[in-house]
C-alpha cells in the first residue's frame, strides 16, 4: 500500500489494533476520516484524548469515574447496606439499565485466570475485603459472569471473606432459563440450573 | 447510558459516526481504550491528527499527498503519456497493486450523481480537461466504476475532451467474464458485454 501515503498508512494500522476492525474495515474508516471536515476528524482524536485524561477509577468501587468518587458512590440515594460484586465497568452498567438494584457496587476489573497469569493481586479483591471489613454491609451479591473463571472468582472470594465477623450474608444472581426465551434451544447446564433451583409457583 | 462517564460517553458517540461502526462494536473499543496503555490510545489519537494536518491532495492529479505532488506525479520513471482517470484514491489504489500501469493518474473525487445533488463542479473534471488540452498525452484510459453513475461520468468527460486538438485517443477498461469465475453465476450485464466485446483466440 505504498500509495497510500504515511500517515494515512499509519492511521489504518492504529484503527486495526482495535478490536473487531481487520484492514478492510480499518481502510473504510480512513477513508471516511479523509473526507470529512477536520473539526469532525478531531472530534474524535480529542474525544481519545479526553477519556485517557479525564477517565480513572473510583477510589471506593473502581467504576469508572472522572471525580475521585464515581457516580454512585457519590449519590446518597443508594441503598448503602448491599454490595453487588461485579468483574468490569460494563457489567456495573448492565445491572444498572434493569432499573432493579439501587445498592453500590465493587468493581473487580476481571476475573481469576491462571492460564492468562491473572491472580487476586492483579484483581481489586484486597481492596473490596477491606471494603467489606470496615463497611456495615448486610449483603454481598456476587455477580460475576456465569462461567466457569467468573464462578471460581465468586468463590475465592467467599473465601476471603469468611473471616469477617459478624459474618455476612452472600448471595448470587439467580440461574435458569431466559425468560422468552425456548426450551428446544437451552443447553444443558441452563436447564439444569433450572431445575436444581426451581421456583414455587407464584 | 448515564452510568458511562461524559467523557467515555462523548467517545462512543464520535466512534459510532464511523463507518461499519455501531453502537455496539463502539463500546467495545471504547472498553479496549480505557484499558490500554495511554500512550497506545493516544497514538491513535495522534495518527488521526496527523492525518487531517498532513495529508492534502496532490496538485496534478488530486491523489492523496503529503508534499505539493503525490508519489506518483514526482515519479520521472512513470509514462508521462498515458493518464488513467478513477473516482476515488482507493480506486487508483487498486490499479496499482495490479502492477500492470506505470502512466500517470487523475482522481476525480467522485461520480456525478444528479441525485445527490454531484454534478461537474464537484469533481476535478475542469482541472482534468486543462490538463489534457496543455498536455502531451497520446492516451486516456476511463476507469470511472462499472456502474451507471461511473459510466455516466465518463461519457460526459469524453464530450468536454472532444474539443481537444488533436484528438486524443480515449480507451476504458475491458469488460467481460471474471477470471477465476463460474459462467453459471456470472450476472446477464457482465455475459453480455462479455460476448459483445469477445477477442480472437490468441
Chains 1, 2 share one sequence.
Do not use: W
Not at 478531531?42 to 473502581?62: M, P, T
Not at 440515594?77 to 452498567?93: G, S, T
Not at 456476587?142 to 459478624?166: C, F
Amino acid at each position: 500500500m505504498s500509495e497510500l501515503t504515511e500517515s494515512v498508512t499509519r492511521m489504518i494500522k492504529e484503527f486495526e489494533k482495535l478490536p473487531g476492525l481487520g484492514k478492510k474495515s480499518a481502510e473504510r474508516i480512513a477513508y471516511h476520516l479523509l473526507k470529512v471536515e477536520k473539526v469532525e476528524a478531531l472530534a474524535l482524536a480529542d474525544a481519545i484524548y479526553a477519556v485517557k485524561e479525564n477517565v480513572r477509577y473510583c477510589k471506593h468501587c473502581f467504576n469508572l469515574a472522572e471525580q475521585e468518587l464515581c457516580e454512585i458512590c457519590r449519590n446518597p440515594k443508594r441503598n448503602q447496606a448491599i454490595l453487588c460484586v461485579v468483574e468490569q465497568p460494563r457489567d456495573l452498567i448492565a445491572l444498572e439499565q434493569t432499573g432493579r438494584y439501587d445498592g453500590l457496587y465493587h468493581v473487580l476489573l476481571g476475573r481469576l485466570a491462571p492460564l492468562d497469569k491473572i491472580g487476586p493481586d492483579q484483581l481489586t479483591i484486597s481492596a473490596l475485603v477491606d471494603r467489606v471489613k470496615t463497611g456495615s454491609f448486610l449483603e454481598i451479591v456476587m455477580a460475576t459472569n456465569p462461567t466457569v473463571e467468573g464462578d471460581s472468582t465468586a468463590l475465592y472470594i467467599i473465601k476471603q471473606l469468611e473471616s469477617v465477623r459478624p459474618p455476612i450474608k452472600v448471595t448470587r444472581l439467580a440461574r435458569g432459563v431466559t425468560t422468552g426465551s425456548d426450551l428446544q434451544f437451552a443447553n444443558k447446564e441452563m436447564l439444569a440450573d433450572a431445575l436444581e433451583e426451581r421456583q414455587s409457583f407464584r
